[in-house]
């Protein structure tokens, strides 16, 4: 079956630190893997996605994403945070043609000043 | 456009009470869902739609009903709201041809049932 694990429940870092953001997923066949970040009370956006190609994705905010299919996983990133990045973060898996989205438990991102 | 609008925001109901969440989406999208996200937990599938008139169970289906007869609405029925369906519930919608961006998600419904 597939899943979604992101073992970081909460996670705090300065503000201009880098960041990663774990996501391990586990799926048979070829994932379609997105990161989406919800702000506290709003719905979710869509950060990053990946389907083939380039392991290596760039998103909106200055995120990227790699995908490295040995360790099933696809890592969020980004260099310098900002006090705006403080949110709760998802990984998600699309299958069977993206009729059905999977998504990890979320990470929290605090960022300290 | 408006893209995904979930009514209403917020709902109070008593046990045994039935209610219906409304999506509605103007973008012609194909595809709808729904999502309760409670804590720690992520976002769940309840149920989810390929198009008008076909309807299949996500990860968590108990409890919840859904029909399809529009291309544009996708309501939730909780016939019997029972505590366990505290939760926030998420719309969102997304076309064959434009999955591979991502669905697009309502800003959300919070349900307390007491």
């Known amino acids: 079956a597939q899943s979604v694990t992101q073992p970081d429940i909460h996670i705090t870092v300065s503000e201009g630190a880098s960041l990663e953001l774990r996501c391990n997923y586990s799926?048979?066949?070829?994932?379609?893997l997105f990161w989406y970040v919800q702000s506290p009370g709003q719905g979710l956006q869509l950060l990053l996605k990946?389907?083939?190609?380039?392991?290596l994705v760039q998103g909106i905010k200055g995120f990227e994403a790699e995908f490295k299919r040995s360790q099933s996983s696809f890592n969020l990133r980004k260099p310098s945070v900002h006090w705006s990045d403080a949110a709760e973060y998802f990984c998600?898996?699309?299958?069977?043609?993206?009729?059905?989205?999977?998504f990890g438990s979320g990470t929290k991102l605090n960022v300290k000043p | 456009n408006a893209g995904v609008t979930q009514t209403p925001k917020f709902q109070v109901l008593k046990t045994g009470q039935s209610m219906t969440l409304q999506c509605a989406q103007d973008?012609?999208?194909?595809?709808m869902s729904w999502y309760r996200q409670d804590p720690g937990m992520g976002l769940r599938l309840i149920h989810y739609?390929?198009?008008?008139?076909?309807?299949d169970q996500g990860e968590v289906p108990n409890g919840y009903n859904v029909s399809r007869s529009t291309t544009e609405d996708f309501p939730l029925r909780l016939l019997s709201a029972a505590p366990s369906q505290t939760s926030v519930y998420f719309c969102?919608?997304?076309?064959?041809?434009?999955?591979?961006?991502?669905?697009?998600f309502g800003s959300g419904t919070r349900l307390t049932v007491v």
């Open positions: 799926y048979g066949a070829t994932p379609y």
């Open positions: 969102a919608s997304t076309s064959p041809g434009q999955a591979n961006y991502g669905y697009t």
């Open positions: 739609s390929v198009g008008a008139g076909i309807t």
């Open positions: 998600a898996v699309g299958v069977n043609n993206f009729n059905k989205f999977y």
């Open positions: 990946y389907f083939s190609g380039d392991t």
């Open positions: 973008m012609n999208h194909e595809y």
